[in-house]
């Protein structure tokens, strides 16, 4: 499967990668996904061609690099905004939970339908299962900093929550809102965490 060829490491590095990913999405969002080719990426980005192919060698890995970039963002959100401000209350550190994980914060990584019709060419079933692990993973996390929330749920509730969360943020975006997607639709799953937890722990 198509693969960037190196991570970022050193601090100038990190600056480049994160200027050609902001290209590509903006030549996404305007142009088109077509559109979005290295040569245009680099041009938009200022860099020259084999600047950015020493991180992508081809689109297709570009591509690939770039929804690594939005789940690592996102996991790092997590830590954050959920994970780091322990003096919250529980329900509202899970309403940031569940907001970051439907990716609708104005903070959250650009991603939308397109990308996601395409990450079969750059994603087989063991990089989806990695990526879902490691989100879980961070969800049983953040779930057993609520030291508010007593007991503890077990992990395999917290995972089904998650799953449902993430099924229906990657539907949502395959719906036209005017094809009966529902209002508020982050508020309700919102609301299905909440008292799913707080029925475990009564």
């Not at 939005?70 to 954050?80: N, Y």
């Not at 919250?88 to 939970?97: F, I």
């Not at 903070?107 to 996601?116: I, N, R």
């Amino acid at each position: 499967m198509p693969a960037p060829h190196k991570r970022p490491v050193q601090d100038r590095a990190k600056f480049t990668v994160q200027a050609i990913y902001d290209a590509y999405v903006r030549i996404w969002r305007r142009d088109g996904p077509d559109a979005a080719t290295t040569r245009s990426v680099a041009a938009e980005a200022g860099f020259a061609i084999g600047t950015l192919y020493g991180y992508f060698p081809n689109k297709a890995a570009l591509h690939s690099g770039y929804v690594r970039h939005a789940m690592e963002a996102m996991l790092a959100q997590i830590d954050r905004d959920v994970i780091a401000p322990a003096a919250q209350p529980w329900p509202e550190r899970v309403s940031t939970l569940v907001e970051i994980t439907c990716g609708t914060r104005s903070d959250s990584p650009y991603f939308d339908v397109a990308m996601l019709q395409r990450e079969n060419e750059i994603a087989d079933p063991e990089r989806h299962s990695r990526a879902f692990a490691a989100l879980t993973n961070k969800w049983c996390e953040a779930i057993a900093t609520l030291e508010d929330l007593s007991p503890q749920p077990e992990r395999d509730l917290v995972t089904s929550l998650l799953l449902a969360i993430w099924g229906a943020r990657r539907y949502q975006m395959l719906i036209s809102p005017d094809r009966n997607q529902p209002q508020n639709w982050v508020g309700h799953l919102t609301k299905l965490c909440q008292r799913t937890l707080a029925a475990t722990s009564s």
